[in-house]
């Protein structure tokens, strides 16, 4: 059994940073691959970014690349998602999750966090 919870989400103006860190329970955090995921009212619940549990290997969507980065600290049970000259349309409710195995796709992942939620300002 994992358990996440999220932090580190506010509001931001467009072209700002924030960084959102994900604490996890157990002592096996490094088995997992960690994921970042995000939704938006009314819009389906979409990947982010994810990680593998060495922290070797990176995946991003499309949307976020160049501007999010996707970190790990298992000596902290902690994963991170730095986020880089933030648009309006990066509003979401943020989601950390921990899977057996990299995915992009939500139904891979077995331990969610609540979210946390961001909000960019135009």
């Known amino acids: 059994q994992v358990q996440l919870v999220e932090s580190g989400g506010g509001l931001v103006q467009a072209g700002g940073s924030l960084r959102l860190s994900c604490a996890a329970s157990?002592?096996?955090?490094?088995?997992?691959?960690m994921g970042w995921f995000r939704q938006a009212p009314g819009k389906e619940r979409e990947f982010v970014a994810a990680?593998?549990?060495?922290?070797?290997?990176?995946n991003y969507a499309d949307s976020v690349k160049g501007r999010f980065t996707i970190s790990r600290d298992n000596a902290k049970n902690t994963v991170y998602l730095q986020m880089n000259s933030l648009k309006p349309e990066d509003t979401a409710i943020y989601y950390c999750?921990?899977?057996?195995?990299?995915?992009?796709?939500?139904?891979?992942?077995?331990?969610w966090g609540q979210g946390t939620q961001v909000t960019v300002s135009s």
């Open positions: 157990g002592r096996t955090f490094s088995r997992y691959a």
């Open positions: 990680i593998t549990g060495s922290g070797g290997w990176t």
């Open positions: 999750a921990a899977a057996e195995v990299i995915a992009v796709v939500t139904t891979r992942y077995d331990y």
